[in-house]
């Protein structure tokens, strides 16, 4: 069996696609940022000198380049390195890329990936710790991927440089990279957008959580469990699409239900999926439900002030107790 | 220049050992992981730092970038304030709330974790200043290739606005050397298509930026409009503390400083040394202080600073 990391996940779905369809190209190549693991991508960058190019730190011309390549055939992905610099770039990825096939009444397609290093990462302060998943959410017309495991972030990423015909945020944590997995069978990797995956059965309440709040939802469910809670917990892998069925039918199951995303809390991800729930299945929650997102503070620089808005597992339990009270 | 030479330069070289001094304490606090962050730190970049501040006013205003410590320390922020905030102190400059690239104050105005991201933010201070004041907007070479600078020396030049656009040009854009990010040879080439007045300087030569900075802002204080200033200077450290790509360039303004000062005028090295020796203890022990007395922010303080609580 091979162990490997979430970071070499990334580098080896790269590398698979790359040598599968040379309409494959990469703009930026700083996957792995500031960690060790960029020694995957620098590999990556010598084997394909001629379509792993480094553009100048220029995001917004940056991924007007991904989706105008995009437009004509070609299947680039555009690396913003840090998820705070989409912000950069929005003019391209929400105003053009996201809107192009719609607005062209289906003529062009931008197969184009925005791949961004998201989330609270240890002293990265206000300008470097954002999850944009929230604000991308808003943007009609692209599709959202944040994978929680190594194998999803080969599957999906596989999925979004191969398959997918409209263009995709895929949002990476670097709190992720040093996650291992065993994975033999890189095509059984391959997941479809769309389907959420249970990653613990439990009878007592329904935890959604996506990206790096699925491994903190895991630890709070051991927790729990030490309480007589069983927890269930749902991994949504992608945001659009959306898998409401499953996350429907495991509410059913339960009664309750918690949803963690690291997205800061007001008009966050949480709080679009408890809207989904309650619209859809208001009659079979037993409490309401609760949320666990990052508080509606600029990310402190300041150790102690940024591991006390860090939604970890420590909230999650506080907000299961809460629900199953 | 009222002093002698001589006496200037021994000013100036102190000056800019303390700018290191402070910087290599920051490196060793960070390398002994009592000092959290992704640090940018600006060695190599003194005499310009040094040299600018000598040429201005206690009303004009200065925008940072990433790499924004030395520039803090000499506009006369107190190095206490900014050696809490890189330790994420609530005494620090920012109660430790900013941390390394956003350090803000009141001469120095901040820095950014975003490059280009302060240089727009400069043209729209500038547009409020009194007349004769002046804003001088730094940032590197890899800023020039986002759109912020271009929309920044176009709307400056077109209404005259008062502000010095002062490129410390250091080789790097993080990870990618000058070569690999533009064809344009130099910066300040820009200043000609946008009908801005430009130079270029040896960044490691206090003197002649001083001489530069000076000549430039006379017509800036008068109304004509900005100007552009290219410093070249060396990055002596990579990117980051702790990178492994061991990028840096070479132009060490120290030694420039002490060569002029040891060959032409007569100064004993011996004294320089002391000099240096003086200024790294002073910056070890302000580390080793601030590490030890200064206190922590209250986690529960976590929204102090925020105007409204957007999740009540």
């Known amino acids: 069996m091979a162990s490997i990391t979430y970071a070499e996940a990334i580098a080896q779905a790269l590398r698979h696609a790359l040598e599968l369809d040379e309409r494959v190209v990469v703009f930026g190549n700083f996957f792995?940022?500031?960690?060790?693991h960029?020694?995957?991508?620098?590999?990556?960058?010598?084997?394909?000198?001629?379509r792993v190019l480094v553009p100048p730190w220029s995001e917004m011309g940056n991924c007007g380049l991904g989706t105008g390549a995009a437009s004509v055939g070609m299947r680039p992905v555009v690396d913003l390195v840090t998820g705070s610099f989409v912000f950069q770039a929005y003019p391209q990825v929400v105003n053009e890329a996201a809107n192009i096939e719609y607005m062209g009444g289906g003529q062009t397609k931008v197969p184009v990936v925005f791949h961004m290093l998201t989330g609270i990462r240890e002293a990265g302060a206000a300008q470097h710790s954002h999850t944009p998943q929230a604000m991308l959410w808003n943007t009609p017309g692209l599709m959202l991927s944040l994978p929680a495991t190594p194998a999803d972030a080969y599957g999906l990423l596989m999925h979004a440089l191969l398959e997918c015909e409209q263009p995709t945020a895929y949002f990476s944590h670097p709190v992720l990279f040093d996650e291992t997995e065993e994975i033999d069978d890189w095509e059984a990797a391959r997941v479809p957008p769309g389907t959420a995956r249970i990653t613990r059965d439990g009878a007592d309440v329904t935890i959604v959580a996506t990206s790096i709040m699925v491994s903190r939802a895991q630890r709070a469910a051991a927790t729990l469990a030490e309480r007589s809670i069983d927890c269930e917990i749902v991994d949504l892998r992608t945001l659009v699409p959306y898998?409401?069925?499953t996350v429907l039918a495991s509410v059913a199951r339960t009664g309750r239900v918690v949803v963690a995303d690291e997205c800061h809390r007001s008009a966050g991800v949480a709080a679009e999926i408890i809207a989904r729930i309650t619209e859809r299945a208001a009659d079979r929650l037993r409490a309401a439900p609760r949320r666990v997102c990052t508080p509606d503070v600029p990310v402190p620089f300041s150790p102690p002030l940024e591991r006390a808005v860090i939604p970890d597992e420590d909230k999650i339990v506080q907000a299961v107790l809460e629900v199953t009270r | 220049m009222s002093k002698p030479r001589r006496e200037q330069l021994l000013v100036w070289h102190r000056e800019m050992v303390r700018l290191r001094a402070f910087e290599e304490a920051v490196a060793r606090g960070h390398r002994d992981g009592q000092l959290p962050g992704l640090l940018h730190l600006a060695m190599g970049g003194e005499a310009?730092?040094?040299?600018l501040f000598n040429c201005l006013t206690e009303?004009?205003?200065?925008?940072?970038?990433?790499?924004?410590?030395?520039?803090?320390?000499?506009?006369?922020?107190?190095?206490?304030?900014?050696m809490a905030e890189l330790a994420g102190r609530e005494t620090g400059l920012c109660h430790g709330r900013a941390g390394t690239m956003h350090l803000m104050s009141d001469r120095v105005v901040m820095g950014t974790g975003i490059v280009g991201g302060t240089i727009s933010l400069a043209v729209g201070h500038a547009v409020t200043q009194d007349d004769g004041d002046v804003v001088v907007a730094l940032f590197g070479d890899g800023a020039v290739q986002t759109g912020t600078f271009h929309e920044s020396m176009n709307l400056a030049a077109l209404w005259k606005v008062p502000v010095l656009f002062l490129c410390e040009n250091n080789g790097w854009a993080e990870f990618s050397s000058r070569d690999e990010h533009t064809t344009v040879g130099g910066v300040v080439r820009y200043g000609e298509l946008y009908n801005i007045p430009a130079r270029e300087v040896d960044g490691t030569d206090v003197e002649a930026v001083v001489e530069a900075i000076h000549a430039m802002l006379g017509p800036i204080r008068e109304g004509q409009g900005p100007?552009?200033?290219?410093?070249?200077?060396a990055r002596m450290r990579s990117h980051y503390e702790g990178d492994f790509r061991e990028q840096t360039s070479d132009g060490d303004p120290l030694l420039t400083i002490e060569a002029t000062l040891t060959e032409g005028l007569g100064v004993d090295a011996a004294q320089l040394e002391g000099v240096r020796e003086d200024e790294l203890a002073r910056g070890i022990e302000l580390l080793e202080s601030v590490l030890a007395q200064e206190p922590e922010p209250d986690p529960a303080d976590d929204r102090r600073f925020l105007?409204?609580?957007g999740d009540a």
Do not use: K, M, W
């Not at chain 2, 310009?48 to 040299?51: C, D, E, F, K």
């Not at chain 2, 940072?64 to 803090?72: E, T």
């Not at chain 2, 100007?227 to 200077?233: D, P, R, V, W, Y």
């Open chain 2, 307 to 309: 105007y409204a609580a």
């Open chain 2, 59 to 82: 009303t004009d205003r200065v925008y940072s970038a990433h790499r924004p410590h030395q520039h803090f320390v000499a506009s006369g922020v107190d190095p206490r304030l900014v």
């Open chain 1, 243 to 245: 898998d409401g069925d």
């Open chain 1, 32 to 36: 792995g940022g500031i960690t060790e």
């Open chain 2, 48 to 51: 310009v730092t040094t040299g």
């Open chain 1, 38 to 50: 960029q020694r995957h991508f620098n590999a990556l960058g010598s084997d394909y000198p001629d």
């Open chain 2, 227 to 233: 100007a552009l200033l290219e410093c070249h200077i």
